[in-house]
C-alpha cells in the first residue's frame, strides 16, 4: 500500500514550550497562539500540556517562562506591552535559537571583544523593562566606545533615543511600550482640560488643534471622550464631553456656549442706520433694534415684491449692501429697502439680476420670430460665461417694447397653461397609440400563440409512438450491475451466439476494443465509426458508435453499452433513438443500478418485455485510509484530473521523479488512447493519468484508482464531481481478471474525506432520457435552419404520456453551427443535406475549420486540408496544435463517410493515412517525455503544479501596479 502523505502540522505542548524558551520577552498573551502559522490542534489542550510539564506558567492571559520571570514580573510588564512570539519559519517553527543558546554566545562574542564597559552596559538593563536612554549609557568616553561597539555587533539595538536588549525585548514590544507610556501622559492631560471646562465639555475643532487629530481620535475610540452636535447660528458644531460628564449639563454649557450675546449685536446695529421698519416701533435689546431697523432676505423680497435669490445675486453683483447679523443671517437695512422701493432705476438694475430659466423663455417665445434670436444669444452667453442667464440680457432683446419682469411673469403664466393644455392632449393621444399597440400586440400573440399550438399539435402528431406489432416478438435484456461485474462479457457471448447484430459504443476506441476482441476470437465483425468503415468479409455484426446505428437493419442481437449515457444532454438522444427504434428480437442493454428505472419506464413506454439480469461485483472496491501522494503512488495506479492542462502536468511531475505514465484524455486520438492504455495494461507504464474518459469502459489493469481533483469544468462552471461519476471512475479498479482488487484513493487528506462521502453515497437515480430533432420535425418548423432548432427545442413537443421520462436534447452546438449558414446556403444545400453537415463532430476550436469545408461544399470545391502540425512535437504548445489538426482532419473524414459529401474528399485515403502519422507522433511524443508542464507566459518559468493562472506570482506583482495605474486612468 502506499505510505501516508506527511502529517499535518499541529500545536503540540512541545511546540508551545519551544515558542516561551525562544521568545526574548519570555512571555505573551494567549491570544497570540491564534496565529494561523502555528498549525492545527487543541489550543486549550496544548497550554494544558506545557503547565503540566513545569517549563511554562500562566498568569491570568499571559504564559511565560517560569525560569527568567516571576509572576509579578508578568503582571508588571504587562501593564505596558503584551509580550511577543518569536520570529515565526512558514512552517510555524521558531526562527532563532533558545534564549540560553544565544545568552551563551553573546558570553562569547563579550569574551572577543575583551571590553569590561561592554558587559557592564548590558547589566544596567536588568531590572528594566530592556531599555534605557542612550544618555544614559554614554556619560563617558569609554562608555560611548562600548555602546558604539554593542550596538554595531547587534548585542544591543536602537530606536530613537533609547537602546534596547534584544534578548529581553523585540522593536515591537518596546513600541507598544512607548506607545501606552506617552498615551496615558498626553491622556490625563486631555482629560483634566475638559473637565475643568464649563459642563466638562469643548469644542472639537480647539481640542484638535491643541492635541492633533490622531490623539484626540484615540481618546474618542477608547471611550473617554464621547462627541455629540450641537446647532449654531452658522451651522451644527461638534463637541466633545468627557464620559463621567452629565449629558445633560454638557449639552446645556455647549448650547450657551454657542449662542451670540447681545453685545454680539453691536456692530451689526451700527450698520442698520437709524430707519424702523415701523416708526415708533423701535427695540429694547440690541438685536431687537437690528431687528426693528432691517429686513432678513426672504422679509425684503415680500415687502419688493422681489425673489430672495434674486436679492442675493443683486447683493453678490453690490447693488445692495447687505450684512450677517449673529446669527446667521443675511440682512438687509430698512432705508436701503425705502430706496429701492423708490428709486425705479435701482429697482430695475436689481430686477436684472433675476435668474430666468432658458426653459421658460424658449416656451415663451416658441415658434415667433425672437426664437432664433434667443437661440443665438443663448449659445453665444454659454460660449462666453457659461453662467445662468439673466433677466437683464434679455429683456431689450426679445420684445420691441422692453416689458417689466412682472408682464415677464404674467405671460409665462399664460404660455405655460397653453402648454398644459397641449401636454394633456399630447398625453391623451399617445395613450390612445398606446391602447392601440397593446391591443395589436395582444393579437398578434394570440396569432403567435395559435400558431405555435398548431406547430406544436402537428409536431405532436409527428412524435413516434414506438409501439408496433412487432414488440412482442422483441425482448429487452437489461444487464444491470456496478463497473467490473461482467455486464458486457455477458452481453457480447449472446451476441457472439445469435450471429448477427450490432454492439453500440460511446466511444470509437470502445468500439474498435470489441471489434478487435470478436475478431479475435472468430467472431467475423465490422467496424463502423463517425470517420471509418472497415468491412471484415462474411461479417454479419458490426461494432459501432452509437450514432452510426441503423435500426432497419438491427440484425438478431443489439448491444447497447453505458446506457446511462440516456441521460447525457448532448448525445443521449442516439442512445434513446437506439432503444426505442431497434428491431432485433433481442436487446442487450448494459447500465449501471442508477439507470435502471429510466430503462424500464422507456420499454413500458414502448411496450417491449423487459427482464432484469442482475450482476455483482467481480473484484472487492474499498476506499484508501490514508491519502497517496504524487511520490508514494504505487504502480498499477490510474490517476485521475479533469482537464488536459493538469493531465500533461502531472506526467511531468511524475516523470521527473522517475516515473514511467501513460496519460489518457479527450483530445487525444483513439489510437493514441489505445497505445496507452496497452502500454499501462502490459506494465511498460507504472501509472496512468487520465481524465474521465477512463470512466468509459476501458479494460485496464489497475489496483488503484487515486483522484488528484475532486472538481471539473463541464462547459459552464467548475463544479464538484457528483456521485455517479466518482462510483463510475471508481469502478475502473480491480478489473476481474485483471488485477486481484481495487482501491480508491485521493492525493490529500480533504479529498480523501469527501471522496468516502461520495462513494458511500447511492448516485441518484436518473430522471429523463434525451431525443433530437428529425428531420421530419424540422420540414414542419418555419424559419432559418438555427431558428427551426430553436424553436423545435422550444416548444418542447413530448407528448404527456412522455414528459415525465424523456427531454429535448442540448442542441447548442448544432444551432451555434447552424447560425453561420445562411437562408440561401441552407436552401443549397436541401434540408437534409444542411442537417447532416452541422451534425460534424465539431468543438469550438473547429467551428472555423468546418466552416471552410461547407463553404467549398457549397462552391462544388473540394474541402480544404486541415493546417499541417509542426514536424516534430517538443513541447505543449506544438502538441496542442497536432491534437488541433487531428480534430480538423476528423471533421474531414466524418464528412467523406457522408454520400452527400464524399465527392468533395478527394484527399480522404491520404489524409487518413496523413493522420495515422500524427497519431503515431503525438504517442512518440508522450513515450519520449517532452516537457508538458506549465509555464509562465512571459518569463516562461515553469509554473507549480496547482497554479491556476497564465503568469508566474513574480510577474503578477511586477505588472500588477501598471495594471492599477491603467485602471485609475481609465
Not at 393621444?429 to 399597440?437: D, G, N, P, V
Not at 463532430?841 to 463553404?855: K, L, M, Q, V
Not at 488541433?884 to 474531414?892: F, G, L, R
Request: net charge neutral; glycine share 4%; hydrophobic share 40%.
Amino acid at each position: 500500500m502506499p505510505k501516508s502523505s506527511p502529517a499535518v502540522r499541529t500545536l503540540s505542548a512541545r511546540a508551545l514550550i519551544a515558542l516561551i524558551q525562544t521568545s526574548p520577552e519570555g512571555f505573551f498573551h494567549i491570544s497570540y497562539l491564534n496565529d494561523e502559522r502555528l498549525g492545527e490542534g487543541d489550543r486549550a489542550a496544548a497550554i494544558e500540556g506545557a503547565l503540566r510539564e513545569g517549563a511554562v506558567a500562566r498568569k491570568g492571559d499571559y504564559l511565560y517562562d517560569p525560569e527568567r520571570l516571576s509572576a509579578e514580573q508578568v503582571r508588571h510588564f504587562a501593564q505596558f506591552y503584551d509580550g511577543a512570539l518569536p520570529t515565526l519559519k512558514p512552517d510555524g517553527t521558531p526562527a532563532v535559537r533558545p534564549l540560553r543558546e544565544r545568552l551563551a554566545q553573546r558570553e562569547a562574542r563579550l569574551d572577543i571583544l575583551g571590553m569590561p564597559e561592554c558587559r557592564q552596559l548590558l547589566e544596567r538593563f536588568q531590572g528594566t523593562l530592556g531599555y534605557l536612554p542612550i544618555s544614559a549609557l554614554s556619560q563617558t568616553p569609554s562608555e560611548e566606545v562600548a555602546l558604539s561597539l554593542l550596538l554595531s555587533a547587534n548585542l544591543l539595538k536602537q530606536m530613537d533615543d533609547y537602546a534596547f536588549d534584544p534578548l529581553r525585548l523585540t522593536r515591537p514590544s518596546l513600541s507598544a511600550i512607548f506607545d501606552r507610556h506617552f498615551w496615558q501622559a498626553i491622556r490625563q492631560e486631555l482629560l483634566a482640560l475638559v473637565a475643568a471646562q464649563p459642563g466638562q465639555t469643548i469644542l472639537r475643532p480647539d481640542l484638535v488643534e491643541r492635541y492633533g487629530m490622531k490623539t484626540v481620535q484615540r481618546a474618542v475610540e477608547s471611550g473617554d471622550l464621547v462627541p455629540f452636535t450641537v446647532k449654531a447660528p452658522l451651522g451644527e458644531t461638534v463637541w466633545l464631553r468627557s464620559a463621567e460628564a452629565d449629558p445633560q449639563a454638557a449639552l446645556a454649557a455647549a448650547e450657551a456656549a454657542v449662542l451670540p450675546r447681545d453685545e454680539d449685536w453691536e456692530a451689526a446695529l451700527a450698520l442698520c442706520g437709524d430707519v424702523l421698519r415701523q416708526p415708533n416701533h423701535d427695540g429694547e435689546t440690541r438685536r431687537e433694534k437690528v431687528l426693528a431697523r432691517s429686513y432678513s432676505l426672504s422679509a425684503a423680497s415680500k415687502k419688493l415684491g422681489i425673489r430672495a435669490d434674486t436679492l442675493q445675486n443683486a447683493i453678490g453683483a453690490r447693488l445692495i449692501e447687505a450684512f450677517v447679523d449673529p446669527e446667521g443671517q443675511t440682512r438687509v437695512s430698512a432705508a436701503q429697502v425705502n430706496a429701492i422701493r423708490n428709486d425705479a432705476v435701482l429697482f430695475q438694475a436689481i430686477e436684472d439680476q433675476e435668474i430666468v430659466a432658458v426653459q421658460d423663455l424658449l416656451l415663451l417665445v416658441n415658434g415667433q420670430p425672437p426664437e432664433e434670436i434667443l437661440r443665438d444669444a443663448l449659445r453665444k452667453w454659454r460660449k462666453d460665461s457659461a453662467s445662468r442667464i439673466r433677466w437683464g440680457q434679455v429683456r431689450e432683446l426679445l420684445w420691441d417694447e422692453p416689458i417689466s419682469l412682472q408682464t415677464f411673469r404674467e405671460l409665462l403664466r399664460a404660455a405655460r397653461s397653453a402648454w398644459l393644455v397641449q401636454q394633456v392632449e399630447k398625453a391623451r393621444l399617445e395613450e390612445e397609440r398606446r391602447i392601440e399597440e397593446r391591443r395589436l400586440l395582444r393579437q398578434r400573440r394570440e396569432e403567435e400563440r395559435r400558431q405555435q399550438e398548431e406547430l406544436r399539435a402537428r409536431l405532436l402528431a409527428a412524435f413516434p409512438t414506438w409501439q408496433h406489432a412487432g414488440r412482442a416478438d422483441q425482448l429487452v435484456l437489461l444487464h444491470v450491475g456496478p463497473t467490473n461485474s461482467g455486464k458486457t462479457y455477458q452481453a457480447l457471448q449472446a451476441l457472439s451466439a445469435a450471429g448477427s447484430g450490432w454492439y453500440l459504443a460511446p466511444l470509437r476506441l470502445l468500439a474498435f476494443e470489441v471489434f478487435d476482441r470478436l475478431n479475435r476470437d472468430g467472431v467475423r465483425c465490422n467496424l463502423l465509426t463517425g470517420e471509418e468503415h472497415i468491412e471484415v468479409e462474411g461479417a454479419t455484426v458490426t461494432a459501432a458508435t452509437i450514432e452510426m446505428f441503423n435500426p432497419q437493419r438491427s440484425g438478431a442481437c443489439v448491444v447497447i453499452d453505458e446506457a446511462h449515457m440516456l441521460a447525457d444532454p448532448d448525445r443521449g438522444w442516439a442512445w434513446t433513438r437506439a432503444l426505442m427504434e431497434c428491431r432485433a428480437p433481442e436487446i442487450r442493454v448494459i447500465a449501471p443500478p442508477f439507470a435502471q428505472t429510466l430503462i424500464e419506464r422507456l420499454t413500458a413506454a414502448a411496450l417491449i418485455p423487459t427482464q432484469i439480469v442482475r450482476h455483482e461485483r467481480l473484484a472487492p472496491l474499498q476506499v484508501a485510509t490514508e491519502p497517496w501522494p504524487l511520490e508514494h503512488l504505487p504502480s498499477r495506479t490510474i490517476l485521475v484530473a479533469f482537464s488536459r492542462r493538469m493531465v500533461l502536468r502531472l506526467k511531468t511531475e511524475l516523470e521527473r521523479q522517475q516515473r514511467h505514465v501513460s496519460v489518457i484524455y479527450g483530445n487525444l486520438p483513439p489510437e493514441v488512447r489505445r497505445k496507452q492504455a496497452d502500454r499501462f495494461a502490459d506494465g511498460v507504464t507504472e501509472i496512468c493519468i487520465a481524465t474521465d474518459a477512463v470512466g468509459m469502459g476501458l479494460n485496464l489493469p489497475a489496483d488503484y484508482v487515486c483522484f488528484f481533483e475532486l472538481e471539473k469544468f463541464d462547459g459552464n462552471a467548475v463544479r464538484p464531481l457528483s456521485a455517479q461519476e466518482v462510483h463510475q471512475i471508481a469502478g475502473r479498479a480491480g478489473r476481474y481478471g485483471l488485477s486481484q482488487a481495487g482501491v480508491v484513493g485521493a492525493t490529500t487528506r480533504a479529498n480523501l474525506k469527501t471522496l468516502r462521502r461520495l462513494m458511500e453515497t447511492a448516485p441518484p437515480e436518473l430522471q429523463r432520457a434525451r431525443v433530437s430533432p428529425a428531420l421530419e420535425d424540422l420540414e414542419l418548423i418555419p424559419g432559418s435552419l438555427a431558428r427551426r432548432l430553436a424553436r423545435w427545442r422550444e416548444l418542447q413537443s413530448i407528448p404527456d404520456s412522455l414528459r415525465d421520462v424523456i427531454e429535448p436534447a442540448d442542441i447548442d452546438e448544432r444551432i451555434a453551427l447552424a447560425a453561420m449558414l445562411s437562408d440561401r446556403e441552407v436552401e443549397q444545400l436541401g434540408l437534409a443535406a444542411a442537417v447532416q453537415l452541422i451534425n460534424a463532430p465539431t468543438r469550438e476550436g473547429s467551428r472555423d475549420y468546418w466552416y471552410a469545408c461547407a463553404r467549398a461544399i457549397l462552391n462544388h470545391q473540394s474541402m480544404p486540408l486541415p493546417h499541417e502540425p509542426p514536424l516534430s512535437i517538443e513541447d505543449d504548445y506544438d502538441l496542442e496544435v497536432i491534437e488541433q489538426a487531428i480534430s480538423c482532419a476528423d471533421i474531414y473524414l466524418w464528412l467523406a463517410c457522408r454520400s452527400e459529401f464524399a465527392q468533395f474528399a478527394p484527399e480522404e485515403p491520404w489524409l487518413r493515412a496523413l493522420r495515422a502519422e500524427w497519431s503515431t507522433s503525438i504517442d512518440a511524443a508522450l513515450l519520449r517525455r517532452i516537457d508538458t508542464g506549465s509555464r509562465c507566459v512571459q518569463c516562461r518559468c515553469r509554473l507549480p503544479l496547482n497554479h491556476r493562472y497564465a503568469l508566474c506570482s513574480a510577474c503578477y506583482a511586477n505588472n500588477r501596479p501598471k495594471w492599477l495605474s491603467e485602471r485609475a486612468f481609465r
